[in-house]
């Protein structure tokens, strides 16, 4: 007997003998929640569906009445001890879920999301967010409501820092990293906000958004299936109508797609006293009504509304809701709690502090994270990195020396005093090179005068190079942080002009959430390197690059307009029936700024030289269950090493309705010596190359692919493919491989 034969045969008992194992521990979480609730009152049941935060409103003695199935803010030992205890005096002790927006960090700080995006590294989200858990579940948090799912392709929308940006595919691969290092961590997630969220009207937070269903399913709502397959936890629903409807009382959202198609079986939680902002949607007369309509829509839990558990109980008393409907939510909601494994926990002990963080060891993962995420947009003449015979610089900005505005909105337990800024890292890297720094500030945080312009012009004529510091202070982006214009706050363009104008080289560093209009900034300042928030130790990541230690290697999961008017902007839109011609005003233009974005999705230099050669597919003809394989030659034409983030693209350029222009497909970061060639292989399941109908199903229709591989959305052509026949799937057949609401 072959020995390949033997393995294949071990290999796949192996494989069964999991799976049955997988199914048995199923059917032991169902039969403990069959038995947990058949011992349930009406009320102890609606208690489950309670998601109360820390203060006013709770009693404390709600937890041990039964009547709060989770808790958030909860952000230390001696509260969850505190609560716990309670849990234990109540007649059935089912456990809390202890909820906290931990985003990017609990203590230790991370960049933000979008910054952790311009990594293009699933490695890089799984190690930000099992760090981020690690340090929450330590205190005792269970549950986060992260990561944000939400793909946007206008950043006048201040969520936007939270999300991956303007990408279905790069979203999904983040988004399914994150969900996995959350649980690594300690942490079950809740993906949010279910869902259009990131297409409000005017970039308006809150405000309502249109979006055909073909659009849904193919780029609003590919992460969160990416979520559902990762093993999410818990959803949450979305603030915003979608096409008129709600999407806390949406049931195509929460019961058709989510759970009828997708095999979604954990629980949906409100987003902040959404199921009450129904009534001001206009779609339910009172709180009565809005529970009604959100709990037979398929929302779980009230977050802080305390609706359900008010009203509810009556509801099913006077037959307007169904005592099934709410089983069905308390079995979704014990049914995690039993695969967090939560009732056979040991309770949290309350003497431990988060001030154990940041550890040597967390600071050297948010150190490593930060540098990945750093964005060289341009670098005119090689200012940067930092000259070997440089024996001054001064440092100019208000947001070099900022700590808390480096950490960015939702820090959680961040601690200002924890960050190394900017200046601390640019001192420190120079001390070690005897370099002297100075710093002047040039105007406060928001810029509104030059009044401290001289100072800053003083020390900038005295120095061999200037790095300036700005963007956007933390105020100015996150929730509730739309923005009409996204010119450089304040006076400092005026400021930037200044400094370039004294002819010594300047290097910008952006810090932000958001792309910035830099006007004429772009032109007359020579280098820019865009930090995003970059986290508690941003400062050293930041020296790391601007001294050449490490090289700059993300690229932008967004496009970067030159203008405000030009949003919403993204790569992949549709064609028009009269492409841009220089010549030929009418066509698709502006008459007043260039059609094109200032920086393009994908985008991110280096200190070194990447070519693209040799580009080749495998394989011509391409049928159901087969894949488009294309190989590329990456060769480090430069004297450092480096990473190159390679990007395929694909197009199918005649369809039976219009296609992206472009769409991202595969990418893969690769590390090149000096001099060094790879050969990389990226690979598109066939299935993979299709798009929705309305109706949820899915199709890849025959005829010829185009594909194009290079260093971001502007990529050379590779050639063409063809799909031999047409592939159909009705949604059902598109179910998530593995929805058993916690993956193992």
């Known amino acids: 007997m072959r020995l390949s034969y033997v393995l294949g045969l071990f290999s796949a008992l192996a494989v069964s003998s999991l799976l049955q194992a997988g199914a048995s521990a199923q059917d032991a979480v169902e039969r403990r929640v069959d038995d947990l609730l058949g011992q349930m009152?009406?009320?102890?049941?609606?208690?489950?569906?309670?998601?109360?935060?820390?203060?006013?409103?709770?009693r404390w003695e709600d937890i041990s009445e039964g009547k709060a199935g989770a808790v958030l803010n909860f952000n230390n030992a001696g509260d969850v001890a505190r609560a716990q205890a309670l849990v234990r005096q109540s007649r059935l002790k089912i456990p809390l879920l202890f909820g906290l927006d931990v985003l990017h960090g609990f203590r230790t700080q991370f960049p933000l999301p979008l910054g952790e995006a311009a990594a293009f590294s699933p490695r890089i989200s799984f190690l930000a967010s099992e760090w981020a858990a690690k340090e929450a579940s330590y205190v005792g948090?269970?549950?986060?409501?992260?990561?944000?799912?939400?793909?946007?392709?206008?950043?006048?929308?201040?969520?936007?820092?939270?999300?991956?940006?303007?990408?279905?595919?790069?979203?999904?691969?983040?988004?399914?990293?994150?969900?996995?290092?959350?649980?690594?961590?300690?942490l079950a997630a809740s993906t949010k906000h279910f869902a259009g969220y990131g297409a409000p009207q005017g970039g308006r937070d809150y405000d309502t958004t249109y979006i055909p269903r073909a659009e849904m399913y193919d780029t609003y709502l590919p992460s969160f299936r990416a979520a559902v397959e990762a093993g999410s936890a818990s959803f949450m629903a979305a603030f915003n109508a979608l096409n008129g409807e709600p999407s806390t009382a949406n049931p195509w959202l929460l019961t058709d797609v989510l759970r009828n198609q997708w095999g979604f079986d954990g629980f949906v939680t409100s987003d902040w006293v959404g199921i009450g902002e129904l009534i001001n949607h206009g779609i339910a007369a009172d709180g009565a009504e809005a529970a009604r309509k959100a709990v037979l829509a398929g929302v779980d839990m009230d977050?802080?509304?305390?609706?359900?558990?008010?009203?509810?109980?009556?509801?099913?008393?006077?037959?307007?809701?169904?005592?099934?409907?709410?089983?069905?939510?308390?079995?979704?909601?014990?049914?995690?709690k039993f695969r967090l494994g939560l009732f056979d926990q040991a309770p949290i002990d309350p003497a431990r502090t988060d001030d154990d963080f940041p550890s040597k060891e967390a600071r050297q993962a948010a150190r490593e994270v930060?540098?990945?995420?750093?964005?060289?947009?341009?670098?005119?003449?090689?200012?940067?990195?930092?000259?070997?015979?440089?024996?001054?610089?001064?440092?100019?900005?208000?947001?070099?020396?900022?700590?808390?505005?480096?950490?960015?909105?939702?820090?959680?337990?961040?601690?200002?005093?924890?960050?190394?800024?900017?200046?601390?890292?640019?001192?420190?890297?120079?001390?070690?090179?005897?370099?002297?720094?100075?710093?002047?500030?040039?105007?406060?945080?928001?810029?509104?005068?030059?009044?401290?312009?001289?100072?800053?012009?003083?020390?900038?004529?005295?120095?061999?190079?200037?790095?300036?510091?700005?963007?956007e202070p933390q105020e100015l982006s996150g929730e509730a942080a739309s923005r009409v214009d996204l010119r450089l706050t304040g006076k400092q363009i005026q400021i930037l002009e200044a400094l370039a104008a004294t002819g010594k080289p300047v290097a910008l560093v952006i810090m932000g959430g958001r792309p910035q209009i830099l006007g004429p900034v772009a032109e007359h300042v020579p280098a820019i390197l865009m930090a995003w928030y970059p986290g508690t130790e941003g400062g050293n990541a930041v020296a790391d690059a601007l001294f050449g230690d490490v090289n700059p290697s993300g690229k932008l999961p967004l496009t970067w307009p030159r203008a405000t008017g030009q949003l919403p902007l993204y790569y992949n839109r549709l064609p028009t029936g009269r492409p841009t011609l220089a010549n030929n005003r009418f066509t698709l233009q502006?008459?007043?700024?260039?059609?094109?974005?200032?920086?393009?999705?994908?985008?991110?230099?280096?200190?070194?030289?990447?070519?693209?050669?040799?580009?080749?597919?495998?394989?011509?003809?391409?049928?159901?269950?087969?894949?488009?394989?294309?190989?590329?030659?990456?060769?480090?034409?430069?004297?450092?090493?480096?990473?190159?983030?390679?990007?395929?693209?694909?197009?199918?350029?005649?369809?039976?309705?219009?296609?992206?222009?472009?769409?991202?497909?595969?990418?893969?970061?690769?590390?090149?010596?000096?001099?060094?060639?790879?050969?990389?292989?990226?690979?598109?399941?066939?299935?993979?190359?299709?798009?929705?109908?309305?109706?949820?199903?899915?199709?890849?229709?025959?005829?010829?692919?185009?594909?194009?591989?290079?260093?971001?959305s502007l990529a050379e052509s590779a050639g063409e493919a063809e799909i031999a026949k047409t592939i159909r799937m009705p949604p059902e057949e598109r179910r998530a491989s593995a929805s058993t609401g916690l993956a193992q």
């Open 370 to 471: 930060a540098r990945e995420t750093l964005v060289l947009l341009q670098n005119k003449g090689d200012v940067l990195p930092v000259k070997s015979g440089t024996r001054s610089i001064a440092v100019i900005g208000p947001l070099a020396d900022a700590p808390q505005d480096q950490l960015g909105p939702h820090a959680a337990r961040g601690h200002k005093q924890d960050s190394v800024t900017i200046l601390d890292g640019i001192r420190r890297r120079a001390q070690s090179a005897g370099i002297t720094v100075s710093h002047a500030p040039g105007c406060d945080l928001m810029c509104g005068s030059t009044d401290l312009l001289p100072a800053a012009l003083d020390a900038a004529k005295k120095a061999d190079l200037v790095i300036a510091v700005f963007g």
């Open 41 to 58: 009152t009406l009320e102890e049941k609606v208690g489950q569906l309670n998601l109360v935060s820390h203060g006013p409103p709770l």
């Open 590 to 712: 502006y008459i007043d700024e260039a059609i094109t974005p200032l920086y393009p999705f994908g985008w991110g230099l280096s200190y070194t030289q990447f070519a693209y050669s040799d580009a080749a597919i495998a394989k011509r003809s391409l049928e159901s269950g087969e894949s488009l394989d294309v190989a590329v030659n990456v060769t480090n034409k430069g004297s450092r090493a480096g990473q190159e983030v390679v990007q395929l693209y694909t197009r199918d350029p005649v369809a039976s309705r219009s296609r992206p222009l472009r769409e991202l497909k595969a990418f893969e970061k690769v590390d090149l010596a000096p001099g060094e060639t790879k050969r990389v292989t990226l690979r598109v399941p066939v299935e993979s190359l299709g798009f929705h109908l309305d109706d949820g199903s899915y199709v890849v229709e025959a005829g010829a692919i185009q594909v194009f591989v290079g260093g971001n």
């Open 303 to 336: 977050m802080m509304g305390q609706l359900y558990i008010r009203h509810l109980p009556d509801e099913v008393r006077a037959g307007r809701v169904p005592e099934s409907v709410i089983d069905e939510s308390v079995r979704r909601v014990l049914r995690t």
């Open 141 to 186: 948090v269970n549950w986060t409501f992260a990561p944000m799912a939400d793909l946007s392709r206008d950043s006048r929308w201040g969520r936007i820092v939270e999300g991956f940006g303007e990408d279905p595919y790069l979203g999904s691969v983040l988004t399914a990293a994150r969900v996995e290092g959350f649980r690594k961590g300690g």
